[in-house]
């Protein structure tokens, strides 16, 4: 299973290099490009302690995973987006 999740470019901080979400079958890989370096982070689906999501009423939602004991955010998806994610990586999370 391989699924890619973009943030949109309209959403704050977005606009030239928006973050990604790769859903891949071992692990979630997590990109935040930018201009002169960018940041990638892989955290294996048994690592994953927690995922919450922030939903305002109007906007773009944020996604965080809480692994090793730290908070990784992203911001820039829709509801059902984030809604989506969160929903495969528990499903991975139960098949692991």
Same mark, same amino acid.
């Given at each position: 299973?391989? &699924?890619?999740?973009?943030? $949109?470019r309209?959403?704050? /901080?977005? =606009?030239?290099?928006?973050?990604?979400?790769?859903?891949? /079958?071992?692990?979630?890989?997590?990109?935040?490009?930018?201009?002169? $370096?960018?940041?990638?982070?892989?955290? =294996?689906?048994?690592?994953?302690?927690?995922i &919450?999501?922030?939903?305002?009423?109007?906007?773009?939602?944020?996604? &965080?995973?809480? =692994?090793?004991?730290?908070?990784?955010?992203?911001?820039?998806?829709?509801? &059902?987006? =984030?809604?989506?994610?969160?929903?495969?990586?528990?499903?991975?999370?139960?098949?692991?």
């Open positions: 299973m391989y &699924s890619r999740f973009t943030s $949109s309209i959403s704050r /901080d977005n =606009a030239l290099f928006p973050p990604q979400i790769i859903l891949e /079958d071992n692990c979630v890989t997590i990109k935040c490009p930018g201009l002169f $370096s960018g940041r990638s982070t892989a955290i =294996a689906y048994e690592n994953i302690s927690h &919450s999501i922030l939903t305002p009423l109007v906007g773009f939602s944020t996604i &965080s995973f809480f =692994a090793y004991g730290e908070e990784v955010c992203i911001h820039g998806f829709t509801k &059902s987006e =984030a809604h989506e994610i969160k929903r495969i990586v528990t499903r991975m999370q139960v098949k692991q």
